[in-house]
């Protein structure tokens, strides 16, 4: 995936480096998280595109098991032209748990695929 540029001089970008995905067990965590957990591709991407975020890292604990439907999904509600669709970038990566509680954040380029993050 190549990113064409349009802009002439700088450009801000809203981008979340660190999300979880209703793949990692903590995801949603309070009264809601049974429904949170439920919640599809789209819907996922779609909060984050209402929310006008422009590049995610996608980085659940020790997996990348959601980077393939999601970039599917993505490329779904681009062809669905879907009201609220705007460009987002998807950034593979996963949150590596180590000792003592210590986690190690992996992002990688947006052309990685679910074999090249899963652990």
């Avoid at 793949?23 to 996922?44: C, H, I, M, V």
């Avoid at 669709?85 to 052309?111: A, K, Q, T």
Wanted: charged letters at 30%; one cysteine or more; glycine letters at 6%.
């Amino acid at each position: 995936m190549s990113v064409e540029w349009h802009w002439a001089g700088a450009h801000w970008w809203k981008f979340d480096f660190h999300t979880h995905t209703p793949k990692s067990d903590e995801y949603g965590k309070g009264p809601e998280q049974e429904a949170l957990k439920q919640r599809t591709p789209k819907n996922w991407l779609l909060d984050y595109m209402r929310a006008g975020v422009d590049c995610v890292a996608v980085t659940d604990h020790n997996t990348g098991a959601w980077i393939d439907e999601l970039k599917d999904a993505l490329e779904e509600l681009k062809k669905e032209k879907h009201p609220d669709f705007r460009m987002l970038y998807l950034f593979p990566g996963v949150e590596i748990s180590v000792n003592s509680g210590i986690h190690i954040l992996v992002v990688l380029p947006l052309d990685k695929e679910r074999g090249q993050v899963c652990l």
